[in-house]
């Protein structure tokens, strides 16, 4: 019988996963936030895609994501639910606004002020691939620190070799969706830009490719992660010493 876990007044302990990839799962799902979570990320992105298509209106495309934004998370604050997820949407926006009012401000087109918005998800993409293959290279991954954000101590997973060899893997499955994303969609961008290519069908292309390459692309790594997760049960090792042995 495990004692321990009965008496463990900290929910989502140790104490309740067994085994690294138990662990890995259920702190995903958190980092995630479940299949909510991942609607509310993508739903904004969607529409002002879709508006912009279907009505070639910059503002009305920024209007109705923003307004989706905001009606997601007051929900979420009359529900008293995490906001966490319609607030990284709305900063999204904001960001990708003030790329589009820099390219006004600068004498940019409508379809290349359109353009600007696709930029900063380029440019996130490019640094968190990198910062991921970082922290991979110098045996410190990412996913790691999720797994110690649950242990209490956020360095302690490294005295796992078994921690430490499938959160580097899962971290790398992690830096693929970015690494697609930016070699797919980076030159479509500079295409649109440099006259390469004609800026709204830059604009609808890097539209297109935002949603397919979004939550479709980062759903397969995901099943990814939960193939790795599933093949092994790597047995959790804590740092709790072993009860002494009785004499004689």
Not at 31 to 37: C, F, S, Y
Not at 54 to 60: E, G, I, P, V, Y
Request: aromatic residues 8%.
């Amino acid at each position: 019988m495990n004692e321990q876990s009965t008496s463990d007044p900290t929910p989502g302990s140790v104490a309740s996963a067994d085994t690294v990839e138990a662990l890995v799962r259920r702190q995903l799902a958190e980092a995630l936030g479940g299949r909510r979570g991942m609607v509310e990320a993508a739903v904004p992105t969607i529409l002002f895609t879709a508006v912009w298509l279907l009505a070639k209106d910059l503002r009305a495309a920024l209007v109705v994501s923003i307004a989706a934004a905001v009606l997601m998370l007051a929900v979420r604050v009359v529900q008293r639910s995490s906001v966490q997820f319609c607030v990284n949407a709305l900063v999204g926006i904001a960001i990708g606004w003030f790329f589009v009012n820099r390219s006004a401000a600068a004498g940019g087109s409508v379809e290349e002020q359109a353009l600007a918005y696709f930029l900063p998800g380029i440019l996130y993409n490019s640094a968190y691939a990198v910062v991921l293959a970082l922290t991979c290279l110098v045996r410190w991954p990412l996913v790691g620190f999720m797994v110690g954000s649950v242990t209490g101590d956020p360095t302690a997973w490294r005295s796992d070799a078994g921690v430490v060899r499938l959160s580097t893997a899962l971290t790398w499955v992690l830096a693929v969706p970015c690494v697609v994303r930016v070699v797919v969609q980076a030159p479509v961008y500079l295409a649109g830009t440099s006259g390469g290519m004609d800026a709204d069908a830059a604009v609808a292309t890097l539209g297109l490719l935002k949603i397919g390459l979004g939550w479709p692309l980062q759903l397969a790594a995901l099943a990814w992660m939960v193939w790795l997760l599933g093949r092994n049960h790597t047995p959790l090792e804590t740092s709790t010493p072993p009860e002494p042995r009785p004499e004689g």
